[in-house]
């Protein structure tokens, strides 16, 4: 195997950098789409280039990836892979993506969230190159990643080196948090061992997975100009894009590590409302203010609960149609929140309250990466949990340094 412009960084603790205000000034980072255009062309001139994106792989100014590489000089752009959500990013979560051509281009479309998730060597055949342009938001329960990683060691398979162009960790790369996955319970929203909210880049995650021999693949990355791990995405000066459907602002891709885990119970995560993964409500929470209060009075730093009501849009998987009481989870202070440990109190909050109403679904090992975390709820020892998880993050920290490209 081998990786191509290493840059070596300080090696970072988990949750000891200096806090930053979430007034600080924006800096100008250029994404690595915009280095590659500018300063690296060499890596796919002349070449047939594979490219895997959606709607968040775009310069500054908005024009899309697609667009940028099927103009640029002596490239020929000559596959497109569609990951979850589609190459447009319309499709809702889970929802099967088609293969096919793209109007504004004619380059063909190749599904990788459909009959295989992975490219195949027929998809490979006419490419010389695969380049990856998507916008992360740091948290291991997540496809998108995934994508990249199947499809590097894919590439590999098939003689062609793998290029990601680098973009922020939005929820910053110097904050580690949660467990690292069992891999007894990988799944495509967890492929191989990473902690929760793992602290670093797409194309620093990529180098890990090299490095740590957990895929083979012939990696590139092209790293962003003017980026530092403190930073939170809105401190970039990129305009913000939803990375998905359901993830429409900075404090949902925050607190997402931890309130994703409601996907896996019988109370919504929000989804089908205006604010999905800052809202977590259920027909029988009539008592949300109890349970507001009680999740106050643990003082989780960074976070306040505040009761809500919301419609659920009709078609939406839980409670759809419905008006619901809920808990609305208020980010007061983003670089003080655990998300990880906040969604696993509101997890022994809600079901205190509600032991025979709150129920778990089969997904929640695939989402927590374990079976630890509906045991701890159910045997009431969450407090050993989070100092287990605790160990974890630090411990991927250490791991995870050598393979830092920002300071």
């Known amino acids: 195997?081998?990786?191509?412009?290493?840059?070596?960084?300080?090696?970072?603790?988990?949750?000891?950098?200096?806090?930053?205000?979430?007034?600080?000034?924006?800096?100008?980072?250029?994404?690595?789409?915009?280095?590659?255009?500018?300063?690296?062309?060499?890596?796919?001139?002349?070449?047939?280039?594979?490219?895997?994106?959606?709607?968040?792989?775009?310069?500054?100014?908005?024009?899309?990836?697609?667009?940028?590489?099927?103009?640029?000089?002596?490239?020929?752009?000559?596959?497109?892979?569609?990951?979850?959500?589609?190459?447009?990013?319309?499709?809702?979560?889970?929802?099967?993506?088609?293969?096919?051509?793209?109007?504004?281009?004619?380059?063909?479309?190749?599904?990788?969230?459909?009959?295989?998730?992975?490219?195949?060597?027929?998809?490979?055949?006419?490419?010389?190159?695969?380049?990856?342009?998507?916008?992360?938001?740091?948290?291991?329960?997540?496809?998108?990643?995934?994508?990249?990683?199947?499809?590097?060691?894919?590439?590999?398979?098939?003689?062609?080196?793998?290029?990601?162009?680098?973009?922020?960790?939005?929820?910053?790369?110097?904050?580690?948090?949660?467990?690292?996955?069992?891999?007894?319970?990988?799944?495509?929203?967890?492929?191989?061992?990473?902690?929760?909210?793992?602290?670093?880049?797409?194309?620093?995650?990529?180098?890990?997975?090299?490095?740590?021999?957990?895929?083979?693949?012939?990696?590139?990355?092209?790293?962003?100009?003017?980026?530092?791990?403190a930073m939170w995405f809105d401190e970039t000066g990129i305009p913000w894009l939803n990375p998905s459907p359901n993830l429409r602002s900075l404090d949902a891709e925050l607190l997402y590590p931890g309130t994703v885990f409601f996907e896996g119970t019988s109370a919504t995560e929000g989804r089908g409302t205006d604010a999905p993964f800052t809202l977590i409500g259920a027909p029988w929470m009539t008592d949300n203010g109890a349970i507001a209060a009680d999740l106050n009075r643990l003082a989780l730093p960074g976070v306040h609960f505040d009761t809500a009501a919301r419609v659920v849009a009709k078609g939406a998987e839980k409670f759809g149609g419905q008006t619901i009481p809920m808990i609305h989870v208020k980010v007061t202070d983003r670089n003080a929140v655990r998300p990880v440990e906040v969604g696993i109190r509101m997890l022994q909050v809600i079901q205190a309250h509600h032991p025979k109403d709150f129920q778990w679904r089969s997904s929640i090992e695939r989402l927590a990466g374990t079976d630890k975390l509906r045991l701890a709820v159910d045997q009431h020892t969450v407090d050993a949990l989070i100092k287990e998880w605790n160990a974890d993050a630090e411990r991927f920290s250490k791991l995870t340094a050598p393979y830092q490209i920002y300071k």
């Open 1 to 229: 195997m081998r990786i191509s412009r290493l840059i070596v960084a300080l090696a970072g603790a988990v949750y000891l950098a200096p806090a930053i205000a979430c007034a600080q000034r924006q800096t100008a980072v250029l994404p690595g789409v915009e280095v590659l255009l500018t300063d690296s062309m060499h890596l796919i001139r002349g070449k047939r280039v594979g490219l895997i994106t959606n709607p968040s792989g775009r310069n500054r100014a908005g024009t899309s990836t697609i667009d940028l590489l099927h103009k640029a000089p002596g490239v020929t752009l000559a596959a497109l892979f569609g990951p979850e959500h589609g190459l447009r990013g319309s499709a809702e979560a889970g929802e099967t993506v088609a293969s096919g051509v793209d109007s504004a281009t004619g380059v063909p479309i190749y599904s990788l969230y459909g009959e295989t998730r992975v490219p195949t060597p027929e998809m490979l055949s006419k490419v010389d190159v695969v380049l990856y342009d998507i916008q992360d938001v740091g948290a291991r329960v997540y496809t998108y990643e995934w994508t990249m990683a199947l499809s590097a060691a894919a590439a590999k398979k098939a003689g062609k080196p793998f290029i990601v162009l680098d973009r922020p960790d939005p929820i910053r790369a110097d904050r580690i948090d949660g467990n690292i996955l069992d891999p007894k319970f990988a799944s495509f929203v967890g492929q191989f061992p990473v902690a929760l909210r793992y602290g670093l880049t797409p194309g620093e995650l990529l180098r890990y997975l090299v490095g740590a021999k957990l895929i083979d693949a012939d990696v590139h990355v092209v790293p962003m100009k003017g980026y530092t791990r």
